[in-house]
């Protein structure tokens, strides 16, 4: 029996690794019975290759792609099953350059597991993280995570053992752990993968939070533009409920909890946490005065744990391989491995995953190979829409939380969106106040009236009326959204706007810039 | 044929008493009642207010705060496509265009022989394959002209 592997994953289905499946099924029917197995996994993140056909050899999947349905005769009659040669050949997946230069911890089984599959979770390391969690019992779970330097992977970046010894710490009673499933970010995917190709791995993390805080019952909230990602989270939490390792006395222990996940309904602003915690609770998703912080008051009133995907899927890895082991990778305050995602006009589009500190210019040119369009890089937006526009000049900066906000940027969610030369900066930006005006909650006015008037100005500036006065209420403008606003939508809307601003002036009608490199 | 079902009030309280128990039940009442019905309408409201014990205007307010919910049923395919940063960097914005254009509607509209609903969306989450595209719950990525072609084509088919 050959096992051939394909991935199910909405980013190869987007390019039909559906029908490619099917063809290989029909193909093997077809063929008097090819003793072949076919197994849906999850993506590597080179989407570039998708769809990627794994084939089991004695000297590991080999990988072809990217793949056609009508590749598909040929593939065999050259005897993929046999490990022989092909042009869509890439050789050995596991050795391929662009993955093996990376470090994989929190995607160290996606794109490799059935996703479904409790058993293949386990004999790939799976659960590993839990058993030491309860050997070693809340107290020690909690120090771990704070030994680790694990910070928020949402965007916000607060030291996720922080917030998990603060809910602990309150009185026992009901509480909740929650993940922050509304990856909103343009740019943005490592969550959609994480759930796709290897949902047991938040599944345990959330099941670990659980026991170190005493919190039986967890809610994910899914955003409602991810299918894939609700069906495939449903069936593994239905899995992981019958291997028991979700329900009471989970896997044998004296801990209890269990989840579910819900989805929302197309707000972004309920990726903010506080307004996600009223769309669970059934209300409009507005943003909470904080405090009280939702470590005290949270969903439904409880102490609560809310974190984003990544940050609940990193922490099997640390449990398993403790503390010392993930803080060892990284810079600076910024510990461990980032799940950076590489999107937009890009030659090299997926998701890599490695330490802290690699630069902006490596991972624009270099790992993702510079734009498709095969024209040169001009503006490079990271962190999402609420991120700052960067020139080249700046791609000496190292991908570390500090060093993005020194350089008036952020690294919010690991997102990478590469423009090329034809981009207008003035409409991003107009787009960026465009986007919170569609977006805001409207509690508060900097944001629901600030982002309108914002569209406006943008307008006027490069209509070229009155604009030198009108780029000043601009600045004004984007300095009280920035500090006035209740969330970071408002709060950081500014960033792209004013980023755009002050590097490509020359987009908003400016002549000095322009003149000197024309010189 | 439409994918949704007509709307009665009958077939509407007996999906809003499945989930009235849950815990925070108006977006799985209102996700459920979109599901059958393509849409919300304004009819709901009150049935869902009384199962739930809550005002009419706490009801109206979270139905009107989403994106998602539609006040009447959307054609027979729903067509969204991403406007978002990651696409509009890989020619999105031509591709908007272009879709409009051959649909001969605007966002949120429905042609007129009410085959297929265009609506925009903020991230599909395949950046990494932009411009992308859903119809009803299949993805597209990599959309150039040729590609969008044909998919309006099967959206219209």
Redesign the interface.
């Known amino acids: 029996m050959t096992k051939i592997f394909i991935s199910r994953d909405?980013?190869a289905?987007?390019?039909g690794a559906e029908a490619v499946a099917k063809a290989f099924a029909k193909a093997a029917k077809g063929r008097g019975g090819l003793d072949v197995e076919i197994v849906r996994t999850g993506s590597r993140?080179m989407?570039?290759l998708?769809p990627l056909v794994e084939v089991e050899t004695p000297q590991g999947r080999i990988g072809y792609g990217p793949v056609k349905a009508k590749d598909v005769s040929s593939l065999l009659d050259a005897g993929i099953l046999e490990a022989k040669p092909h042009d869509k050949c890439i050789g050995v997946v596991d050795d391929y350059p662009w993955l093996k230069r990376q470090t994989r911890l929190t995607f160290a089984r996606c794109g490799i597991i059935d996703p479904r599959s409790v058993k293949d979770y386990q004999a790939h390391e799976g659960y590993e993280g839990l058993k030491k969690a309860i050997e070693v019992g809340p107290e020690a779970i909690v120090e771990t995570v704070i030994t680790s330097g694990l910070r928020g992977r949402g965007g916000a970046g607060f030291p996720t053992g922080i917030k998990w010894r603060t809910v602990a710490q309150t009185p026992p009673q009901q509480k909740y752990i929650v993940c922050n499933a509304d990856?909103?970010?343009?740019?943005?995917?490592a969550?959609?993968m994480i759930m796709e190709g290897d949902p047991l791995v938040l599944i345990e993390g959330m099941t670990i939070a659980g026991i170190a805080v005493g919190a039986t019952y967890g809610y994910i909230y899914l955003r409602?533009?991810?299918?894939?990602a609700f069906e495939t989270l449903k069936i593994a939490i239905e899995e992981a409920r019958k291997a028991g390792f979700l329900g009471s006395k989970l896997a044998g222990s004296k801990y209890d909890f269990d989840m579910e996940v819900?989805?929302?309904?197309?707000?972004?602003v309920c990726g903010e946490e506080t307004s996600l915690l009223d769309?669970?609770?059934?209300?409009?998703?507005?943003v909470r005065a904080k405090p009280p912080l939702p470590a005290h008051i949270g969903l439904?009133g409880q102490p609560t744990v809310i974190n984003n995907v990544l940050s609940l899927a990193s922490v099997p890895i640390i449990m398993a391989k403790g503390g010392e082991f993930y803080r060892d990778f990284g810079m600076g305050k910024s510990r461990g491995t980032m799940p950076i995602?590489?999107?937009?006009?890009?030659k090299h589009?997926?998701?890599f995953e490695t330490a802290f500190g690699i630069s902006l210019g490596e991972l624009v040119d270099d790992v993702g190979g510079g734009t498709?369009t095969g024209r040169p890089v001009r503006a490079v937006?990271v962190g999402g829409?609420l991120g700052a526009y960067f020139p080249r000049e700046l791609f000496h900066t190292p991908f570390d939380y500090e060093a993005f906000a020194a350089a008036d940027g952020l690294i919010g969610h690991g997102?990478v969106?590469?423009?090329?030369d034809t981009?207008d900066m003035a409409q991003?930006a107009r787009?960026a106040m465009e986007?919170c005006a569609?977006?805001s909650?409207g509690k508060c006015t900097p944001c629901r009236i600030g982002s309108a008037r914002g569209v406006e100005l943008v307008d006027k500036i490069t209509a070229g009326e009155d604009r030198e006065a009108n780029l000043e209420v601009l600045e004004d403008l984007c300095d009280t959204m920035k500090f006035g606003s209740l969330c970071a939508l408002g709060g950081f809307t500014p960033y792209p706007v004013m980023s755009a601003l002050t590097h490509f002036p020359e987009d908003f009608g400016a002549q000095k810039k322009r003149l000197e490199a024309a010189e | 044929m439409s994918r949704f079902e007509p709307w009665t009030p009958e077939r509407a309280t007996e999906i809003i008493a499945q989930h009235q128990h849950e815990k925070g039940a108006t977006l799985p009442i209102l996700n459920a009642l979109q599901e059958v019905f393509g849409c919300v309408p304004l009819e709901a409201e009150p049935l869902i207010a009384s199962a739930l014990n809550i005002s009419r205007a706490e009801v109206h307010g979270t139905v009107t705060f989403y994106h998602d919910y539609r006040r009447e049923p959307p054609g027979r395919r729903t067509l969204k496509l991403c406007l978002a940063e990651s696409c509009q960097a890989a020619g999105g914005r031509a591709i908007e265009k272009r879709c409009k254009e051959k649909l001969g509607v605007e966002m949120g509209e429905t042609t007129l022989d009410r085959r297929v609903t265009l609506e925009p969306v903020y991230c599909l989450g395949l950046c990494h394959s932009s411009p992308a595209a859903m119809l009803d719950h299949d993805v597209y990525g990599m959309l150039d002209e040729e590609a969008l072609d044909a998919l309006l084509k099967e959206a219209q088919s």
């Open positions: 909405a980013g289905l987007c390019v993140g989407y570039w998708e990856e909103g970010d343009s740019g943005t995917f969550d959609r409602s533009e991810y299918p894939h819900r989805l929302g309904a197309g707000a972004y769309s669970l609770e059934g209300k409009r998703g507005e439904f995602q590489l999107a937009g006009n890009i589009g997926g998701l498709f937006q829409p997102g969106v590469v423009f090329d981009v991003q787009f986007f569609i977006e909650c």
